[in-house]
């Protein structure tokens, strides 16, 4: 790829909406399960189990699939948990970025321990979650349970310039809590 071209603008996808994604924000995926009854897992009986859970739902419930009923994660501690599928985006300039369940988060302190997961376009092994469990409880992961979110987004990689120091800026160094509260 040439110096002045992005994954984007060689895909001739620059110009479109979001980066190269198409304007109805939908983009090609492929999808495998990679686990035994990880297809049954997100299917849950629904012939349309891929698509969002409502029409402006941004990812896919990403789910458990353990090897046993369930898993305990310690008070303070983490698990790596496997979700039985792998991805890979058909569309440049995309990757998958995995992200906390809200209502998991805020009601059971169960969270993604690195606080988003990034799953590069090139990656074609099983996704799998770090939980970190915040709460002062054990909590329990059941085999299939949701877990994480799933989506898509348009990334941009830099083309590096290394400079002397950085041009002068209103803000300047100023770090945590300098713009106050």
């Known amino acids: 790829m040439h110096d002045d071209q992005s994954p984007l603008s060689s895909a001739g996808l620059a110009d479109t909406p979001c980066g190269g994604m198409p304007s109805t924000g939908a983009a090609p995926v492929d999808i495998a399960f990679v686990r035994p009854g990880a297809r049954d897992h997100y ?35 983490r698990i790596k948990v496997g979700t039985g599928i792998s991805v890979q985006p058909r569309v440049a300039g995309v990757a998958g970025f995995v992200y906390s369940r809200s209502g998991l988060g805020a009601r059971d302190g169960v969270t993604v321990a690195q606080g988003v997961g990034i799953i590069d376009p090139d990656y074609t092994g099983e996704i799998l979650v770090f939980l970190l469990n915040t709460s002062g409880q054990e909590r329990r992961i059941k085999n299939g349970e949701r877990i994480a979110q799933l989506i898509f987004q348009p990334y941009v990689r830099p083309r590096w310039n290394e400079v002397a120091e950085l041009a002068s800026t209103e803000r300047g160094s100023g770090g945590f809590g300098h713009t106050g509260r």
Do not use: H, N
Not at 46 to 56: G, N
């Open 43 to 77: 299917a849950q009986g629904r012939e349309d189990f891929l698509a969002p859970a409502t029409s402006q739902s941004a990812g896919l419930d990403l789910r458990a699939c353990l090897d046993a009923p369930d898993a305990v994660i310690p008070a303070g501690g």
